[in-house]
């Protein structure tokens, strides 16, 4: 990460995300959970159920997991969106090289486009793209900044989330929240997405209306609280 940095893609926010997001990792002993499992499935399910998914890609997203981010853009024939909090024309450059040194070759979100605006944001980052954001039904938006996420979900959207973090404004708007780590999410997504593809759309349907996003976001919370709390509870006691 402090290579993504030097190299313009992170924002040095970002850097300071990093540090929010490995505190949860601790807490969830680093591994993907039961719970980050059902919202993996039912994310999958939502991306191939979307009519026009979009992915939006930020620094953090670029730096960590660029050539999974592009690979599961092919796999759902997705198009992919840079879209920063903290935006400046080198930064979009910047994400926009990994990305292409990833293999992407459709990227929208450029300096060259002429954006529109979301509404309930100021600034840059209110921008979308025309045919990106814009025009999604389902947007999948790693590490998203709350105001935006609010604003995406405002505006009609099913947005899924990557948010190592249970209690961020981000997760408890997102319409599905993986409380897991990204790098481990995406891997798991795109096996997700493999094992789903050719399912009855029926089936995917009952899937996602099976999923309980707050109740996820409580029992991944729960479960940081046994596994750490309580065990030292106990420990306390016993000695
Ligand atoms: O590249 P930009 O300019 O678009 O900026 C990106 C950041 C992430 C800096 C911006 O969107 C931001 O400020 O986000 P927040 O509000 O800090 O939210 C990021 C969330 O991601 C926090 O709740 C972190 O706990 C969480 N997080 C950090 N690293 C990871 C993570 N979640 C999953 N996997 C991670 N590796």
Redesign the pocket.
């Known amino acids: 990460m402090v290579e993504a940095y030097q190299a313009g893609i992170?924002?040095d926010?970002?850097l300071?995300?990093?540090g929010?997001?490995?505190a949860?990792?601790y807490l969830i002993g680093e591994k993907t959970t039961s719970y980050a499992k059902t919202a993996i499935q039912a994310a999958a399910a939502a991306l191939i159920l979307a009519e026009r998914p979009v992915i939006s890609v930020?620094?953090?997203t670029a730096a960590?997991s660029s050539p999974e981010i592009v690979k599961l853009a092919n796999q759902l024939n997705t198009r992919l969106e840079i879209?920063?909090?903290?935006?400046t024309p080198k930064?979009v450059e910047a994400v926009e090289k990994i990305l292409k040194e990833a293999g992407a070759v459709d990227i929208l979100g450029t300096e060259d486009e002429i954006p529109v605006h979301i509404k309930g944001l100021q600034g840059p980052r209110s921008r979308a793209s025309r045919e990106g954001v814009y025009q999604a039904d389902v947007v999948l938006v790693?590490?998203?900044?709350?105001d935006r996420a609010e604003a995406l979900v405002s505006g009609g959207k099913f947005v899924i989330t990557?948010?190592?973090?249970p209690l961020?404004r981000?997760?408890k708007t997102a319409s599905i929240t993986i409380v897991?780590?990204?790098?481990r999410v995406m891997p798991e997504l795109r096996d997700e997405v493999d094992k789903l593809k050719n399912k009855d759309k029926n089936e995917l349907k009952i899937l996602l209306d099976n999923f309980d996003n707050r109740k996820n976001l409580c029992n991944s919370l729960k479960l940081m609280a046994e596994t750490y709390l309580c065990q030292d509870a106990n420990h306390v006691i016993r000695m």
């Open positions: 992170l924002a926010s970002g300071i995300a990093h929010r997001g490995e949860f990792d930020n620094g953090n960590l879209n920063l909090f903290y935006r930064r790693p590490l998203e900044d709350g990557v948010d190592l973090n961020s981000t997760s897991d780590n990204l790098v």
